[in-house]
């Protein structure tokens, strides 16, 4: 398939490799942002092609992941009431609240949908003016203009019955709490292409001057991972830390201007808390009082929700690239994509799920050859 | 009451785990699976069903029968490639065909909602027909109930079969042996993105239609050329990678695949990048997989190749006992991973 076979060639992949261990001569360690990044490196086995002294940890960057757990519950609050219709991306209907998720929601009879776009939920909510439909608007500056465009448009069309659930953070603000940790490890990023797509990437001059890390803008297939990291070995090696762009196909400098002014527009920064890692500030968005009365928040009066997490999860050192997910007591045991004690075991872009479902072969082959 | 009672003590799958059934408990995954290894085998405890295959083979009388039954809830009723008529009469007929039996007869379920329209009901009926005759196979009998408006989806279809086994091999996953190839019939995943295209309003530049076909005939003629087919499977609701990890489990076996082996065609495998899906899970209705040893394995090819879409069958993989019940796959760039089964349905990404 063209632009998707042409990053997946075994031929470039191995040279790639070779190239990156000739650059090596130190030990570093990289931290990839994205969770599609983090799926594709364990998926394809990425890191196992790198140099023993490459050690790669993985970033906050899974939507589904960072949602906090009161967030979760508030959802199910939402679409647990008779007179709502209750919209979401797919990944989100299983991951965990307090007490149950939106698939049991929708099993007890709750109107749960999965929806591709937010769009659709405006025109839903045309569709059934005797209901609330409510969007679940979750995720990083990729999906951010997409919602904005949803309450941009159910405003323009005067559309009162639709409203959205706000959990949206923001890239940069994580990155220099990742850096600014006393614990921090990580000496390069390999940032999210989508996200750079959208926002540019004009922002991470001043981080990778403040904290000298190289920054490497890049995508998602094995060649691209494989691309970004040579770049970002190549920099650290020559004692360089710069923005670089290796997704140049799909990323320009100045980002999607149209996007961001939209998003600019609908929404405002605000302190956010992260699921697991606690409250950033300036780290996400919600709406702009212009827009207030489309915060689905403040519409069913959603407030002094407080969730306790799991204290055997320790998702929060997963996401800051503390802890891998092996390292875990609960991982594979107690915690499972059936019975999931954190969020990224849930979504198929979280870390743990990702190392659950194609890194288990020392550990199943144990299990299968025992039983 | 006190039968009952004991009953909610003793329910295998336990009340905190899942006090309702959801939609992953028919997604064809794991949850799947557990319902029916921890609630319904057990409580219908016969060796036969412990046979854990696609239909069931019973000696009566002599004769080696074949029977199996399926229930068909699709929506949209009607879709690219096929409608719930046609998956109604493929899906038996290849039931039967996976235990190696000459489909001979279909009963068929009505649940009817109210309020259906007597047009599309006609339209179904058609295209049974129309696919019985293809299949060779004749409907004998047959039940029609209809429920309140609003209690159904338009129209839910049962169909059980009976096939006659003319052969004396055992059509199964313990039949399988290391050194055996795994062969697949064609190109994987039409059949889950063309609902989904339908039911979300996906549109892509092609109208990507269901594989939706009976594969009966391409079996009875491995059959009729003397192969020692060990194992048949067709590939349902979990796709590829559900079918190869159940035959891995139930035979104690390691399956490793080859990533660029299997057919995907370009407009499905865009499909997948777009919505996050790994089409090894997607849903197919006409594609199987076949285990022969290794030596008779080009032979089994080129009888493959010339069923409906045979250009795309191929040798996906081999058989060893290094690990039992695991499959492992090689990927495009050379590197080794786990195929795990998954809980449920897939779900769309965020982003």
């Known amino acids: 398939m063209k632009y998707v076979t042409e990053y997946r060639e075994p031929t470039a992949a191995a040279e790639y490799a070779a190239a990156i261990a000739r650059a090596t001569k130190n030990p570093w360690t990289l931290m990839e942002i994205c969770g599609g990044q983090t799926h594709s490196i364990v998926k394809y086995g990425i890191d196992e092609l790198l140099p023993k002294q490459i050690t790669l940890v993985h970033g906050p960057g899974c939507p589904v992941c960072v949602t906090p757990l009161e967030l979760i519950d508030k959802a199910i609050a939402i679409a647990s009431r008779p ?4 919209c979401s991306f797919g990944d989100m209907l299983r991951v965990p609240g307090s007490e149950k998720d939106l698939f049991q929601v929708k099993a007890s009879g709750g109107d749960v949908r999965i929806l591709y776009s937010p769009l659709d939920a405006v025109e839903i909510a045309k569709q059934n003016p005797e209901k609330e439909v409510v969007f679940f608007a979750v995720g990083f500056e990729t999906t951010a203009p997409a919602h904005a465009m949803s309450v941009f448009r159910a405003k323009q069309e005067g559309v009162q019955n639709f409203s959205i659930l706000v959990s949206h953070v923001l890239v940069p603000p994580a990155m220099e709490a990742i850096l600014s940790s006393p614990d921090a490890r990580v000496q390069g990023f390999l940032a999210a292409g989508h996200v750079c797509a959208i926002m540019g990437f004009e922002e991470y001059y ?3 001057a403040k904290y000298h890390v190289p920054i490497i803008v890049t995508g998602f297939e094995p060649l691209d991972i494989l691309q970004g990291i040579l770049m970002c070995i190549t920099q650290l090696e020559d004692g360089r830390a710069e923005v670089e762009n290796q997704y140049t196909r799909s990323v320009r400098r100045e980002g999607n201007r149209t996007a961001q002014q939209l998003v600019r527009r609908v929404f405002k920064v605000v302190p956010r808390k992260w699921r697991g890692v606690g409250e950033i500030p300036a780290s996400g968005l919600g709406l702009a009082a212009e827009f207030s009365d489309y915060d689905a928040e403040t519409k069913f009066g959603l407030t002094g929700y407080t969730a306790e997490e799991s204290p055997e999860c320790i998702s929060g050192l997963v996401l800051q690239g503390l802890k891998k997910p092996a390292e875990c007591p609960a991982f594979g045991s107690s915690c499972t994509p059936e019975r999931p004690l954190g969020a990224p075991m849930v979504s198929g872009e979280g870390a743990c799920s990702a ?5 288990r072969y020392e550990q199943q082959r144990a299990e299968k050859v025992k039983a | 009451m006190t039968a009952l009672k004991e009953f909610a003590l003793h329910c295998p799958i336990s009340i905190s785990d899942y006090p309702n059934v959801t939609l992953a408990h028919g997604g064809g995954g794991k949850l799947m ?14 060796p036969i069903a412990q046979q854990r295959h696609d239909g069931a083979v019973l000696s009566v009388s002599g004769a080696k029968l074949a029977f199996t039954t399926d229930s068909y809830v699709v929506r949209p009723l009607f879709f690219p490639g096929g409608d719930i008529g046609t998956l109604a009469i493929n899906g038996t007929v290849n039931d039967l065909a996976m235990c190696g039996a000459r489909p001979l007869y279909l009963s068929c379920g009505f649940i009817l909602e109210e309020g259906l329209p007597m047009e599309t009901l006609w ?4 295209s049974m027909k129309n696919s019985a005759a293809v299949a060779g196979v004749q409907l004998v009998t047959g039940d029609t109930k209809v429920v309140d408006k609003g209690k159904g989806d338009g129209i839910f279809i049962n169909t059980a079969g009976i096939g006659v086994i003319e052969h004396s091999l055992t059509i199964a996953p313990a039949s399988v042996r290391p050194g055996d190839a795994v062969l697949l019939s064609g190109d994987i995943g039409r059949h889950g993105i063309a609902i989904m295209a339908v039911r979300e309003n996906l549109e892509f530049e092609s109208v ?3 594989d939706c076909a009976p594969v009966a005939s391409t079996v009875q003629k491995l059959l009729a050329a003397g192969l020692e087919v060990h194992c048949l499977r067709d590939l349902t609701r979990g796709g590829l990678g559900t079918t190869l990890i159940e035959i891995a489990e139930s035979s104690r076996l390691h399956i490793t695949m080859d990533e660029t082996r299997i057919a995907i065609r370009e407009d499905v495998n865009g499909a997948c990048e777009v919505l996050g899906f790994d089409p090894l899970y997607l849903a197919n209705e006409g594609r199987f ?4 040893p290794q030596e008779q394995a080009t032979a089994a090819l080129n009888i493959l190749a010339d069923a409906t879409d045979g250009e795309f069958a191929a040798q996906i993989g081999t058989v060893d006992d290094e690990v039992p019940g695991m499959v492992t796959l090689k990927s495009r760039i050379g590197t080794s991973r786990i195929v795990d089964m998954l809980s449920g349905e897939q779900l769309p990404r965020i982003c």
Do not use: C, G, W
């Not at chain 1, 007179?83 to 209750?86: G, K, M, N």
């Not at chain 1, 190392?355 to 890194?359: M, T």
């Not at chain 2, 699976?33 to 016969?46: C, G, N, R, T, Y």
């Not at chain 2, 339209?123 to 058609?126: E, G, L």
């Open chain 1, 83 to 86: 007179e709502v219709i209750f």
């Open chain 1, 206 to 208: 001043p981080i990778a």
């Open chain 1, 355 to 359: 190392y659950y479902r194609y890194r």
């Open chain 2, 33 to 46: 699976h557990q319902l029916i290894e921890k609630m319904i085998v057990p409580a219908f405890d016969s």
């Open chain 2, 123 to 126: 339209r179904v009926v058609q």
């Open chain 2, 208 to 210: 990507i239609e269901s």
């Open chain 2, 289 to 292: 997989v076949v285990f022969v």
